[in-house]
Structure formats: structure tokens, C-alpha cells
């Protein structure tokens, strides 16, 4: 157990939806990601924040939007899901940038 | 531009075989950070180790070991006597240093199949 926790473990939703996926850091990290892992992309680097504030950004669609809040967990908005969004996504946290990052269990979402 | 390239997509092995996982990356950092990690069947993600560009020392943590070679960008893993247990895809990935963004570039993976 990595002290990560995300919720929910699974989603199923249509296309056109919004959904919400929620992510705890371990205690003490200050430092949250989100990744997205596909089979034809791999593990991709969504976004970064840290203590609150976004850090760096990657190839993330204007159609998702990440926050964190003062309580550091952090939620990843999607919205308008189309079929290609279903992945596996993944929360990750550390103490700060550059530090060992400890992964989540991960979100699987299924677009229909 | 940074890249992790894992060349071998999967492997097989008979248990108490060695094996050892290639990871070849490509930076214009002079500051970054290595790691590993597993993703067995149950598809969380395990951190294995974290190694920084100044530090080429070799690695041990019981049955796994680590060799790290700047001269070739080379970070490869070997796991000595394998067990079924070990069944599990491995990444590798590289951190970019410069401004902290703490983003991670993974390579494809290797899946290691350990039969009994």
C-alpha cells in the first residue's frame, strides 16, 4: 500500500459525460500528479501541483482540468468523454518535485 | 527531447533464472533522476528505486539489482533467482530535473512472465 488513495475505482460513463476522479496524497506530500495510461500511449504526464499550486503541465486536453485543494488532495475534472479518454488514469504524490513519486491504485474509466 | 526506451517488450523465463531488463534513455540534463517501477497483474503501480545522474553506484536490494552507466545512458535491472511472483510489467522512467516539474517520462515496459 502506497499510502496513495484514489477514488473511484472504477467508472463507467457515456460519451459527452463529465466526470470526477479523486486522489489523496500520502501524508505529508505536498507534491500531486496525474497520469494517464492507455495501450496505445503508454504512461502519459497529465499535470503537477504542488502545495496548491499548479507546477507543470503535459500533454493534457483542454477538455480536463486538475485542481488541489488546501487539504492537498486533488480532483481531475473530464468532460465532454469520448471514446479514446478510457484509460487507466493514476494519482501520484511526493514530498515535492524531483522527489520519489508513490502511485495510487488508479482509476479505471470506461467510456461506452 | 527526453525519451526511455525499454527495447524488449517481453521476456520469459523459467523461475530461479536471472533476468535483466534493459532501459536506455536520452537526456540533455546534467541533473535528473532514473527510477523503476512494477505493475503486476493487479495494475497498481510499485516504485522500485529512484537513482540520481551524480550517483553511478551500482544497487542491491535483495534479489533486484540496478546498474546504472551514464557512459552508455544505461539503467538496467536484474532480478537474480526470479519468482513467479515477479510476473509484472516494469517500467523505467526519467525525470526531468530543470525547475522541479517532477514529470515523468516512461519507457513502453517490459513484460516479465515468470513460469514455474
Known amino acids: 500500500d502506497s499510502g496513495v488513495t484514489q477514488t473511484p475505482k472504477h467508472l463507467i460513463t457515456a460519451t459527452g459525460q463529465r466526470v470526477t476522479l479523486r486522489c489523496s496524497p500520502r501524508?505529508?506530500?505536498?507534491?500531486v500528479y496525474w497520469y494517464q495510461q492507455s495501450l496505445d500511449q503508454g504512461l502519459q504526464f497529465l499535470i503537477h501541483y504542488y502545495n496548491g499550486e499548479e507546477r507543470a503541465k503535459g500533454n493534457i486536453l483542454e477538455r480536463f482540468s486538475a485542481q488541489q485543494f488546501p487539504d492537498l488532495h486533488s480532483e481531475l475534472n473530464l468532460s465532454s468523454l469520448e471514446l479514446g479518454d478510457s484509460a487507466l488514469y493514476f494519482c501520484?504524490?511526493?514530498?515535492?518535485?524531483?522527489?520519489?513519486?508513490?502511485f495510487g491504485p488508479g482509476t479505471r474509466l470506461t467510456v461506452l | 527531447a527526453q525519451k526511455v526506451t525499454q527495447a524488449q517488450t517481453e521476456i520469459s523465463v523459467v523461475e530461479k533464472e536471472d533476468v535483466t531488463l534493459d532501459c536506455v534513455y536520452e537526456?540533455?540534463?546534467?541533473?535528473?533522476?532514473l527510477f523503476w517501477y512494477k505493475q503486476p497483474p493487479s495494475g497498481e503501480l510499485v516504485f522500485l528505486i529512484r537513482r540520481n545522474s551524480f550517483d553511478e553506484q551500482n544497487e542491491i536490494s535483495g534479489r533486484y539489482s540496478w546498474n546504472f552507466q551514464k557512459s552508455t545512458s544505461s539503467f538496467n535491472f536484474t532480478i537474480t533467482a526470479s519468482q513467479v511472483v515477479d510476473s509484472a510489467v516494469y517500467f523505467c522512467?526519467?525525470?526531468?530535473?530543470?525547475?522541479?516539474?517532477?514529470?515523468?517520462?516512461f519507457g513502453q515496459g517490459t513484460t516479465l512472465q515468470v513460469k514455474p
Open positions: 501520484a504524490s511526493s514530498l515535492s518535485g524531483g522527489a520519489s513519486q508513490f
Open positions: 537526456t540533455r540534463d546534467t541533473t535528473y533522476y
Open positions: 522512467a526519467l525525470s526531468e530535473s530543470p525547475g522541479n516539474t517532477g514529470k515523468l517520462i
Open positions: 501524508s505529508g506530500d505536498l507534491s
